[in-house]
């Protein structure tokens, strides 16, 4: 079945560390996303990707890292900058272009915890 | 500032009345709007889009669209209890892929 599978999909981090959250997909999506919901929240768009080796910046990008050397895979690194990492991350995908351009498939999501 | 206003709620309703839920929006430059509903603890999944002024209908579900008045809604007829959920609706802002504005979404309850 296609989908996106997200990993872990609950996490613990201590204050000063670093956490890598993994999504993977098998739809042949081109674009890839990193969304964040705070507690009765929307969701709020951290990094995306239209194509392999590149991303852009989302609307609270600072303290957070990604990578996309393959097609099929967009980790996300939560760094030990962000101050307030506490929060339940949506890893998407869609196509590029055309009226499917924002229909975006959500994998199920990841549970961060700062102790 | 672009932004996606949504009442959060909660919304009840009896079971097998229409549910009416509401979205306005601030930039007369959105394109195409989104309603994605979404169970506690579980991630989104769309029920559908629209990006033409007027009505779209899948369904139990009725997207409207008015450009004019800047609002989107989805009316969710003969509503059932596995319809209780969050509500959230998002805009596409210039076309531009990526740039979903969400909303905070709207928690509808159907009472049996």
């Known amino acids: 079945d296609g989908g996106i599978t997200q990993s872990p999909k609950y996490l613990f981090r201590k204050e000063g560390q670093n956490v890598t959250l993994s999504c993977e997909q098998n739809l042949n999506h081109d674009a890839m996303y990193w969304y964040r919901q705070d507690p009765g929240q929307g969701l709020r768009l951290i990094y995306y990707s239209q194509i392999v080796n590149d991303f852009q910046k989302g609307d609270i990008a600072e303290g957070y890292s990604v990578s996309r050397e393959k097609k099929e895979s967009f980790p996300l690194t939560v760094t030990s900058a962000q101050k307030n990492p506490t929060a339940f991350y949506l890893c998407?995908?869609?196509?590029?272009?055309?009226?499917?351009?924002?229909?975006?498939?959500f994998g199920a999501g990841s549970r961060l915890t700062v102790l | 500032q672009k932004e996606v206003e949504q009442n959060s709620g909660p919304l009840s309703v009896p079971e097998g009345a229409i549910a009416s839920l509401n979205c306005t929006y601030s930039d007369r430059g959105s394109q195409s709007f989104f309603w994605y509903r979404q169970y506690s603890g579980k991630s989104p999944e769309l029920i559908m889009f629209?990006?033409?002024?007027g009505d779209k209908e899948d369904g139990r579900f009725t997207a409207q669209l008015n450009k004019a008045s800047q609002y989107v809604s989805l009316l969710i007829r003969d509503s059932q209890p596995s319809d209780s959920a969050t509500y959230l609706c998002?805009?596409?802002?210039?076309?531009?892929?990526?740039?979903?504005?969400f909303g905070k979404g709207t928690k509808l309850s159907v009472k049996p």
């Open positions: 629209i990006y033409s002024n």
């Open positions: 998407a995908s869609s196509i590029v272009g055309g009226s499917g351009a924002n229909v975006l498939t």
């Open positions: 998002a805009g596409n802002y210039g076309g531009s892929q990526g740039n979903l504005i």
